[in-house]
């Protein structure tokens, strides 16, 4: 089973950058899909991205695409959310997870708090 930290999050004005890591524990953590989800305030969860277990293959909420890339580095464990021109409507709590669907996710760790100032 993955374990896995969100990190990276922070405040930043509109237009600006941030990039999150999902840090992972478990020796099957090339095996998952990745996904990032976020949560904005009085809003329910829903999918940012996905990634395949071998990069090879990645999907975007029509939201992000365009300012968003998902990567990851099996080898480190690691999937990253490189967010560009940041919008306050970014704003939310990120979360990672071995998942491509919201529906898919089993447990959810503590996230990642992204605040976009306009």
């Known amino acids: 089973q993955v374990q896995l930290i969100e990190s990276g999050g922070g405040l930043v004005q509109a237009g600006g950058s941030l990039r999150l890591s999902c840090a992972a524990s478990?020796?099957?953590?090339?095996?998952?899909?990745m996904g990032w989800f976020r949560q904005a305030p009085g809003k329910e969860r829903e999918f940012v991205a996905a990634?395949?277990?071998?990069?090879?293959?990645?999907y975007y909420a029509d939201s992000v695409k365009g300012r968003f890339t998902i990567s990851r580095d099996n080898a480190k464990n690691e999937a990253y959310l490189q967010m560009n021109s940041l919008k306050p409507e970014d704003t939310a709590v990120y979360y990672c997870?071995?998942?491509?669907?919201?529906?898919?996710?089993?447990?959810w760790g503590q996230g990642t708090q992204v605040t976009v100032s306009s």
């Open positions: 478990g020796r099957s953590f090339s095996r998952y899909v």
């Open positions: 990634i395949s277990w071998s990069a090879g293959r990645t």
């Open positions: 997870a071995p998942a491509c669907t919201v529906r898919g996710v089993r447990t």
